[in-house]
């Protein structure tokens, strides 16, 4: 079955520093990936998504994600965070077995002003 | 500005009592999903509907929990009897598979505020 892991359950940062949640998946075939955030008390918005091309993503406010097929891996990153990128954040995979998405742990971030 | 909306936004009840959470997909978007959101098990998928018709409810514990769309602007997630456990955040999402393509491709999901629900 398909697994999604976000080692950084809990991440605390200045205002400026620079961002890397770590996201692992398990599936070895085609894939659909995705960066959610949820910031408190909110539903789960879009960040940005890869499903094919260049592998560096960018999404909005400012993040990106770079896909690492060899690592399995689709970490997203931000260079300089602010107070307002508090929020918990969601990777999720979807192979082409399985109509729904599967979701990770979750990064809970605490930026500081 | 299109979104998923959810009813009700908050519910709280007594074990045992029947729940119905609905939601209304974006106008348009043919899939339907229902997530549930807890601390100690995260997302997890409950059930998949597409174009109306129940393709996945594996997640979904089958003996109190029902999921159907009446029709296309309506998704309804009922339990019961309800039980403690139950108590999660319900978030419902929707999107557009494209038509005429088998298997499960789709651009991506909308969610909507989701249902907190406490269960007493």
């Known amino acids: 079955a398909q697994s999604v892991s976000q080692h950084n359950h809990h991440v605390i940062l200045s205002e400026a520093a620079s961002l890397e949640l770590g996201c692992n998946y398990s599936?070895?075939?085609?894939?659909?990936l995705f960066w959610y955030v949820q910031y408190p008390g909110q539903h789960l918005q879009l960040l940005l998504k890869?499903?094919?091309?260049?592998?560096l993503v960018k999404g909005i406010k400012g993040f990106e994600a770079e896909f690492i097929k060899s690592k399995f891996s689709f970490n997203l990153r931000k260079p300089s965070v602010q107070w307002s990128d508090t929020a918990e954040y969601f990777c999720?995979?979807?192979?082409?077995?399985?109509?729904?998405?599967?979701f990770g742990s979750g990064t809970r971030l605490q930026v500081q002003p | 500005d299109a979104r998923v909306t959810q009813t009700p936004r908050h519910k709280v009840t007594e074990m045992g009592q029947e729940v119905t959470m609905r939601c209304q997909p974006i106008?348009?978007?043919?899939?339907v999903f229902w997530y549930r959101q807890t601390m100690m098990q995260g997302l997890e998928l409950l059930a998949y509907?597409?174009?109306?018709?129940?393709?996945?409810d594996s997640g979904m514990p089958k003996d109190r929990f029902s999921a159907e769309m009446p029709d296309a602007t309506l998704a309804t997630l009922k339990i019961q009897p309800s039980e403690p456990r139950d108590s999660a955040v319900y978030f419902c999402?929707?999107?557009?598979?494209?038509?005429?393509?088998?298997?499960?491709?789709?651009?991506?999901?909308?969610f909507g505020p989701g249902t907190r629900l406490t269960v007493l």
């Open positions: 999402a929707s999107g557009l598979a494209p038509l005429g393509q088998r298997g499960s491709s789709y651009n991506e999901q909308f």
């Open positions: 599936y070895g075939g085609t894939v659909n």
């Open positions: 890869y499903f094919s091309g260049d592998p």
């Open positions: 999720a995979v979807k192979d082409t077995g399985r109509r729904a998405l599967t």
């Open positions: 106008l348009g978007h043919n899939t």
């Open positions: 509907f597409r174009n109306r018709a129940p393709l996945d």
